[in-house]
Nanobody, 121 residues
Framework: QVQLAESGGGLVQAGGSLRLSCAAS????????IGWFRQAPGKEREFVAG????????YYTDSVKGRFSISRDNAKNTAYLQMNSLKPEDTAVYYC??????????????WGQGTQVTVSS
C-alpha cells in the first residue's frame, strides 16, 4: 500500500489560491488512482476531486468545478490540487488517498494528517 502525505495548506483570503501536494512513498504510485477529500469542522468528510493513474481522467465535485484542478506527476510521485478563487466555505482539512476506478470512493478507510486550509472573508 502506498503511503501518502499532504502539504501546502495555509491561511488565504477569499479569492486567493493555494496548491496542495500529495507526496507518495513507494514505487507503485503510478498504479493508483488518487482522490482529494476535505472535512470541515462539524461536517462529514467529502469528496473533492479524483484523478486516474495516467492523469487522463479527472472528476470534481460540483462546488469546486472551474476553480480547482487536480493533477499528478508520476515521475515525482506527487499529486496536486490547485485551488483558485477560494471561498470561506472551502475551509477544511484536506486529505489525499487512493480511490477506486470511479475516482470517488476511497480504497481504504485510512487517512493521514491532512493539511489545513483556511479561507478568510
Amino acid at each position: 500500500q502506498v503511503q501518502l502525505a499532504e502539504s501546502g495548506g495555509g491561511l488565504v483570503q477569499a479569492g486567493g489560491s493555494l496548491r496542495l501536494s500529495c507526496a507518495a512513498s513507494g514505487r507503485t504510485f503510478n498504479s493508483y488512482y488518487i482522490g482529494w477529500f476535505r472535512q470541515a469542522p462539524g461536517k462529514e468528510r467529502e469528496f473533492v476531486a479524483g484523478i486516474s493513474w495516467s492523469g487522463d481522467s479527472t472528476y470534481y465535485t460540483d462546488s469546486v468545478k472551474g476553480r480547482f484542478s487536480i493533477s499528478r506527476d508520476n515521475a515525482k510521485n506527487t499529486a496536486y490540487l490547485q485551488m483558485n478563487s477560494l471561498k470561506p466555505e472551502d475551509t477544511a482539512v484536506y486529505y489525499c488517498t487512493t480511490v477506486d476506478s470511479g475516482l470517488v470512493t476511497p480504497l481504504f478507510d485510512y487517512w493521514g494528517q491532512g493539511t489545513q486550509v483556511t479561507v478568510s472573508s
